[in-house]
DNA sequence: TAGGCCATCTGGTCCT
DNA sequence: AGGACCAGATGGCCTA
């Protein structure tokens, strides 16, 4: 599905859920039925039912019409459930700091995992940083009562989002600020893009290393300024993102 | 053409 | 007993 060149998603991961024709011409159907009608087995792989009066008994006993009927509905439940588990897939996609759009190729499932992941474990260290900056404000205008004289207003935002301001060059020199993909949020998003941190006021961070682990990715992605891309290409490891990547998934 | 990714079917297992 | 979950098998589509 997303090696897709035409369109994202010429092969929807999530189609129409419908036990139509395309299933009773499926080969795996026809032999089923074939196989049914000459009562061999199915598949070398031998039953590991031990005839204790399980399921597959029951079955048995069933006439070829019943079988075929829960074959059908057992079909169609897995369908949907895997159809369920695309749908989150899709969501999951969403939110992904990943360029997104009709010419971009969509994430693989274990793509999207992976940087998933690795997303999360990047917010939480931005946020324990951010803590740690925030406590450092507070705690060296304590004597001074107020934050608003460490960062004395200069516009109508609150105090809160100037503060927010003043320390985003600091969260963002946490994440590495030299990349080639850092650029300021107007400049280089797509239309599809999803927000970054260009809301916070500050360039957005770069991720090309969310994607960075052990597995190796497949290349062919499109590349975007500014987006993360979990190319080979893109993978230099910022300094500061590096306790990131020794967090990376262990198989 | 090989490899990657995916949807689907299927049987087994576990849970309610 | 029925449904959810899981993993293996299979085949299709696409890209390098």
Excluded: W
């Excluded at 070829?64 to 009927?69: A, E, I, N, T, V």
């Excluded at 941190?197 to 969310?210: D, H, K, Q």
């Amino acid at each position: 599905m997303d090696s897709d060149a035409s369109s994202t998603c010429s092969r929807s991961s999530s189609p129409e859920l419908a036990v139509d024709s395309s299933f009773f011409s499926n080969k795996v159907f026809q032999a089923y039925c074939t196989d049914r009608e000459t009562g061999q087995p199915r598949s070398e792989k031998p039953s590991q039912n031990t005839g204790s009066g399980g399921k597959s008994r029951a079955r048995a006993d069933l006439c070829k019409d019943d079988m075929q009927d829960l074959r059908l509905k057992v079909n169609g439940r897995e369908r949907k459930r895997m159809h369920d588990l695309n749908q989150a897939m899709d969501g999951l996609r969403e939110v992904m700091p990943y360029a997104q759009g009709p010419s971009v190729r969509k994430l693989s499932k274990i793509s999207t995992l992976v940087l998933a992941r690795n997303y999360i474990l990047m917010l939480s260290s931005s946020l324990e940083e951010m803590k740690k900056l925030v406590g450092d404000v507070y705690g060296a205008s304590g004597q001074s009562h107020s934050a608003r004289r460490v960062l004395p207003p200069t516009s109508a935002a609150p105090a809160s989002q100037l503060q927010l301001l003043s320390l985003a060059p600091s969260l963002h020199s946490l994440v590495g600020s030299t990349s080639q993909h850092t650029i300021m949020p107007t400049l280089g998003q797509t239309p599809h893009s999803p927000p970054l941190a260009g809301y916070l006021g500050f360039p957005a961070p770069p991720l090309p290393t969310l994607l960075k682990d052990p597995l190796h990715l497949s290349s062919g992605y499109r590349h975007f300024p500014g987006m993360p891309c979990p190319c080979s290409l893109c993978q230099p490891l910022p300094a500061s993102t590096a306790s990131l990547h020794n967090l990376s998934m262990g198989k």
